[in-house]
């Protein structure tokens, strides 16, 4: 049934007459949002990261029984010649294989007076720039020997600053100092957290004449269960394999859990700013009860009143995910945070966007409907008495 509802601006004009009260609220939700959006931001932030790090053409081989852990893999040296030797449909450029023998490992790197912390860093051959396709050089050069090539991202994961690892300065780690060459990028991916060196370098500090993994890209419409059973077939050399893509994909698996707790905690976050809400405007509205209940003598029905009361709650909150996103996106988006895996930059994209707005306007409007159903079941002669 139709009711006549209250003048638009009505809500607006309210959340004027109490300038204090509305700024505190408005406060309030702002810092809400911009907490949803850090959460949310770490998450897209997360599964960006790794679904750009595989490249559906490239293989792993790598220890059998290893599962994820890449850097505990051990294989031989000989690895790196028997596959293409073995394997047809290698991609190849002017006869040379795309095939990237790489040692790969988590160890404690210092920089300049800085306590180490643990660092990632792989051993890695010119091969590696046709395999690794998302890898840039964006400062200085490829590493010759005694050198290090580091991942942007790098310096977020060791908690160093950019100075402190720029091109021409040093850094330490398995017992060796190593001067920075330059400095990559590799597309948001997992490897911009990495240093990298040449792979016999690396093996001769680690007195280790082996490697962790062989990097292979296969051509166009190439049979990957080859491949397969090429590793399968060779018992002596213990091998697996698996396609990047799936590697990183089982490593979103594995970092389910923590998705899940970044999801906890925006409920939890919200949650509160439910109750932060619902306490602030039963503050508002219980203070109103006498203009209310003039409202309804008037002849407006406590739906009409419930819709404006609504409105002023939607009208902050949508005020506050505007500031919010906009206080996200210029200084959350792209801040870079430490993580087991390395370092990735918070996402603040379309998605977050969405969610983060959709959370404030949620949060407006569920603030809003207990305070004011329970103002507007009072009778209206009590509520014209109420003081």
Known sequence: MFFRLLPWEYAIRNLFRRPLRTCLTFAGLTTVIVLVFVVVGFIRGLERSLAVSGDTQTAIIFSLGMGENLEYSSIPMRTSDLVPASVSGIQQRFGQKYVSPELYLGTQVSVGKSEPSMGLVRGVTRSATLVRRQVEIEVGGWPNAGEVLIGRMATSKLGATEAEMSVGKSISFEGQVW????????????????????????????????LSIVAVTLAPGSDFAELDLFCKERLDLELQTTRETDYYASLQKDYGPVRWLSWLVVLLVSGAGVFAGLNTMYGSVLGRIPELSMLQTIGFLRRA??????????LMAAAASLLAAMIALVFVNGVA???????????????????????????????????????????????????
Do not use: N
């Open 179 to 210: 001067r920075v060459s330059g400095v990559f990028s590799a597309g948001g991916s997992a490897f911009e957290s990495e240093a990298w060196c040449r792979l016999d370098d690396l093996q001769q500090a680690m007195k280790r004449q082996d």
């Open 305 to 314: 009143v419930l819709v404006s009361l609504i409105q002023e709650g939607v």
């Open 337 to 387: 945070v430490r993580f087991t895996m390395g370092a990735f930059s918070l996402r603040i994209d379309s998605m977050a966007v969405l969610i983060g707005c959709g959370v404030g306007l949620l949060l407006g409007l569920f603030g809003a409907i207990p305070p004011a159903i329970r103002a507007l079941r009072m009778p209206i002669v009590d509520g014209l008495k109420a003081v």
